[in-house]
């Protein structure tokens, strides 16, 4: 229990400096999964959306729930920076991991997030959305879609015969009504991946298209 109360003390030092809503998505991720995974989503990942729409992400229930998205999120993270950049995350902190162990491993597992500094980044880009139920599932699966692409029991196949072709890797999501349909995009140096999606209208294939737009961007190892 003692662990468990220094654990959570830690985090909430740790997430200080974060914008409020982030903190309280944040604190959900760690209360219903794990440290990693908090850490993972307050270092390298970014929602920019309204006040309605973090409610509703906060919001545990509401199926998805925020929470559960965002930790798949971040946990695809942490599985392209152990596949790529020689990291032992979920090893030593993830899904798994018993408290005391993850305690022990907590500073390195930091110190390797902390190094990816821009590295590894995803930015949700909402603001201009409504709270809508369509909104709030396109966000979430908007978010899990691009995750299931880090996760070799989704994508093993390609996952283990690919690779990306920058070492930098920025992921932007962007959700507006003004998108009629799905559009992606790499930058010419293979560092940066655009999604351009609608916000809250679900049109044909869209995992489908992220998917095929995402594997455009890598080489075979």
């Not at 995974?37 to 992400?57: C, D, H, R, S, V």
């Not at 995350?89 to 993830?94: E, S, T």
């Not at 491993?105 to 603001?127: E, F, L, V």
């Amino acid at each position: 229990m003692k662990s468990k109360r220094l654990l959570i003390i830690a985090l909430l030092f740790s997430s200080l400096h974060l914008p409020a809503q982030k903190q309280v998505l944040s604190g959900l991720i760690e209360q219903n999964h794990k440290w990693l995974y908090a850490y993972t989503f307050e270092n390298a990942i970014t929602i920019n959306t309204n006040e309605k729409m973090w409610k509703m992400l906060q919001d545990d229930n509401l199926a998805p729930s925020g929470h559960n998205s965002f930790y798949i999120l971040a946990e695809g993270l942490a599985t392209l920076s152990d596949k790529f950049n020689e990291t032992n995350l979920i090893a030593k902190c993830g899904t798994g991991v018993n408290l005391d162990d993850e305690q022990s491993n907590m500073p390195g597992c930091k110190a390797a997030i902390d190094s990816w500094k821009d590295k590894y980044k995803i930015t949700i880009n909402a603001k201009n959305i409504s709270a809508t139920n369509n909104a709030y599932r396109l966000i979430n699966g908007y978010a899990t879609t691009l995750a299931d692409l880090f996760n070799p029991s989704t994508s093993s196949l390609w996952f283990n015969t690919h690779k990306p072709k920058s070492q930098k890797q920025n992921y932007i999501i962007n959700m507006d009504n003004k998108y009629k349909d799905v559009q992606t995009s790499w930058s010419s140096d293979g560092a940066t991946f655009t999604i351009n999606a609608p916000a809250d209208t679900e049109v044909d294939e869209w995992d489908k298209k992220i998917e095929n737009g995402f594997k455009s961007g890598w080489i075979k190892n």
